[in-house]
């Protein structure tokens, strides 16, 4: 089945973490590269973070950079997020995804590039 599923979000303090997950069948994760995205009420689509299928190279938005950590584990077929220093602007829905088009196994900051996407999961940081 192409379809991811997140989990993990939820209400958080500035300051505060949060680890969200990305739950996939063990096809997707070997062979596509794998995206973090969110979305604000009134903004576009954006990626956040992603890992790549082929090496296992990472990448991430600078806004996020530093703070955040992507991270894959194969025996739990899952990727984590893994979200420190959180700050009210990081509030918005967070989609994981699959690279569909393009080269499928390597990273892409494009959301156009990517498909089965999951329902998404809501991380609120607020005090």
């Known amino acids: 089945q192409l379809q991811l599923l997140e989990s993990g979000g939820g209400l958080v303090q500035p300051g505060g973490s949060l680890r969200l997950s990305c739950a996939a069948s063990?096809?997707?994760?070997?062979?596509?590269?794998i995206g973090w995205f969110r979305q604000a009420p009134g903004t576009e689509r954006a990626g956040v973070s992603c890992?790549?299928?082929?090496?296992?190279?990472?990448s991430y938005v600078d806004s996020v950079r530093g703070r955040f950590t992507i991270s894959k584990d194969n025996a739990r077929n899952a990727v984590y997020l893994q979200m420190n220093s959180l700050k009210p602007e990081d509030t918005a829905v967070y989609y994981c995804a699959a690279r569909m088009r393009g080269v499928w196994n390597m990273c892409d900051p494009d959301p156009l590039s990517f498909g089965a996407w999951g329902q998404g999961t809501q991380v609120t940081v607020s005090s």
């Open positions: 063990r096809f997707i994760l070997d062979f596509y590269a």
């Open positions: 890992i790549s299928s082929s090496d296992g190279s990472t």
